[in-house]
């Protein structure tokens, strides 16, 4: 069993209360830090930890933090990023729900690192239960002294707030997000410049995910050292990983990073084996985003060795032959599953989530969705394959954000892997209906809308 840090107590009876989180021994990396440590010694151990973002891109966290600009007189801005709402991904919403206080202790090291003294939450709207257990921690927090002015005699002071967005997923784009959060619509940003220098109310600012946060409480406590310790390579730590699809045990699960991806899938200790006895087809290891892999290549690397659950292992032979760990969804699907029904439903959904402020995006995920729905409905051409290849090239790149690169990399994944089964819809649209729904003329309500 490998090392946890960050839920291995978020089963201890009581735990999402201040009482027994402290008992257990929260809140001490706060005392830690603020008592014996400078800020840029916090940084410092976060750079030591070798944390990478836990949002999806795996940039490295102290690194981040050593861009943030320190102009005289003008606030910084610490903001959590909890709008998690690529398919198949909530850890984060397990972190925030069972064990708060966690995220609230991280929030305020962080932001002691940072000289950050109004930090923000942004949560996403659907998440609509887990602000008013937030709410009550920070105002636990605050009774007890963590939170407010002159926070352990430092002279430091801080408050945390909880905005709600409204339920759209461009918002987790950390510009669209600051933009949000300054009560406008949510479109992204030209970067640069970044948000580390222009940010929140143009003030530098540092946007991290809640799993990020969350882990600089385990690095202060037992140093950075150590926690570069745990895991292999540039993979330090632990990570939280949501699974899910045709598994016998979805959930939460944290992993040190060096357990194979076949021991990930089948051992009782995470996701159990496949559902029904069925067998493994493909994954999505990392949230929608992320390239699909077909059984072959995601147990096995294209050098025919062991896939790992790391960033480097599961990124391995590039796209072509490789996927990405990205904001740590895992999507299994069994024998069963259409590769080309499932690339449609997530063609539905980037072109719903696309702000529309880019055209090729705004246009390109439309006519992928269409010409994947009418390849699902029997009334695809072979040379629509074609197109949607061509379409998926020329959104990846040319948006000013990467929910367009988002949008087409399952499609390109899905096209290069199971180029058959996309043929196999063309050729045989009656049996293809037959299969998905047992009538040839069933009219879907998914592929009719
Ligand atoms: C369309 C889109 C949605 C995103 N959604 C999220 C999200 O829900 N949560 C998150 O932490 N990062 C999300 N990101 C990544 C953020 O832009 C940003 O990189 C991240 O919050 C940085 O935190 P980290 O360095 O701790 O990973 C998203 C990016 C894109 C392009």
Request: aromatic fraction near 8%; charged fraction near 25%; charge should be negative.
């Amino acid at each position: 069993m490998g090392r946890k840090l960050l839920i291995d107590k978020a089963g201890v009876p009581g735990i999402r209360g201040y009482e027994v989180y402290r008992r257990e021994g929260g809140y001490a990396s706060v005392e830690k830090a603020m008592k014996n440590m400078t800020p840029d010694q916090v940084t410092d151990e976060v750079k030591k930890s070798g944390l990478r973002g836990r949002g999806g891109a795996g940039f490295p966290t102290g690194m981040k933090w050593s861009f943030l600009a320190k102009p005289e007189g003008v606030p910084r801005y610490l903001v959590c990023n909890a709008d998690e709402s690529e398919p198949g991904t909530f850890k984060d919403r397990y972190l925030m729900e069972f064990i708060p206080h966690l995220l609230i202790e991280g929030l305020i090291v962080s932001s002691y690192a940072l000289g950050s003294h109004s930090t923000y939450i942004y949560i996403r709207g659907e998440y609509a239960w887990i602000p008013d257990i937030l709410e009550q921690a920070i105002s636990e927090a605050k009774a007890a002294g963590w939170l407010g002015k002159d926070i352990l005699g430092t002279g430091f002071d801080l408050e945390i707030y909880v905005q709600r967005g409204a339920g759209a997923y461009i918002c987790g784009e950390e510009t669209a997000l600051l933009e949000s959060l300054e009560g406008k619509r949510g479109n992204p940003r030209i970067k640069p410049p970044f948000p580390a220098i222009k940010g929140l109310w143009d003030s530098p600012t540092v946007v991290n995910n809640v799993e990020t946060l969350a882990a600089v409480v385990p690095i202060i406590n037992i140093s950075g050292e150590e926690y570069a310790k745990i895991g292999v390579g540039k993979s330090t730590g632990t990570k939280l990983l949501s699974a899910c699809g045709n598994i016998n045990k979805p959930g939460v699960y944290e992993i040190d990073m060096t357990i194979s991806v076949e021991e990930f899938i089948y051992s009782d200790e995470y996701c159990g084996g496949i559902a029904n006895g069925k067998r493994l087809k493909a994954c999505i290891p990392g949230g929608s985003s992320v390239p699909i892999l077909p059984a072959n290549l995601l147990l096995k690397t294209a050098k025919g060795e062991t896939r790992m659950m790391n960033y480097e292992s599961l990124s391995d032979g590039g796209f072509a032959k490789g996927s990405m760990m990205g904001s740590g969804g895992f999507i299994v699907l069994d024998e069963d599953q259409c590769v080309v029904r499932h690339t449609m439903t997530l063609a539905r959904f980037y072109r719903h989530e696309s702000c529309g402020q880019c055209s090729p995006c705004r246009e390109g995920t439309g006519w992928m969705e269409k010409i994947l729905k009418n390849i699902e409905n029997g009334k695809g051409k072979k040379s629509d394959i074609d197109l949607l290849w061509d379409i998926q090239r020329k959104i990846e790149g040319n948006t000013i954000c990467p929910l367009g690169d988002a949008a087409a990399w399952p499609v390109a994944a899905a096209i290069r892997h199971f180029r058959d089964e996309f043929e196999w819809h063309v050729d045989n649209p009656e049996e293809c209906l037959r299969r998905n729904y047992g009538l040839a003329n069933y009219a879907d309500p998914l592929v009719a809308a």
